[in-house]
């Protein structure tokens, strides 16, 4: 059985950092690539950052580059988002995702002074 469980967000001020994390167990987790999503309030939900099996390849939406640094520990079966600089535009419940089809339930991230 799948299961992504993030964890680590919050409410921070504008500028502040948080770094979420995503376990995941029930498949052979260095075999893939992981993502992080996020959707706010009455918008649709957005790939934010993506790492390969291994972490060698990463890609980030624009909205998030430079600020983001997604990475994988896989044997620790985790992978992290590290947010920097945050800004108030960066609200949303953020996801961790494999395949398509596999879903955390989400973690709040709220940067608002």
């Known amino acids: 059985q799948v299961q992504l469980v993030e964890s680590g967000g919050g409410l921070v001020q504008p500028g502040g950092s948080l770094r979420l994390s995503c376990v995941a167990s029930?498949?052979?987790?260095?075999?893939?690539?992981m993502r992080w999503y996020r959707q706010a309030p009455g918008k649709e939900r957005e790939l934010v950052a993506f790492i390969s099996s291994n972490g060698g390849s990463t890609n980030y939406a624009d909205s998030v580059k430079g600020r983001f640094t997604i990475s994988r520990d896989n044997a620790k079966s985790t992978v992290y988002l590290q947010m920097n600089s945050l800004k108030p535009e960066d609200t949303a419940v953020y996801y961790c995702n494999w395949r398509q089809e596999y879903w955390g339930p989400g973690t709040q991230v709220t940067a608002s002074s």
């Open positions: 029930g498949f052979t987790f260095g075999y893939y690539a």
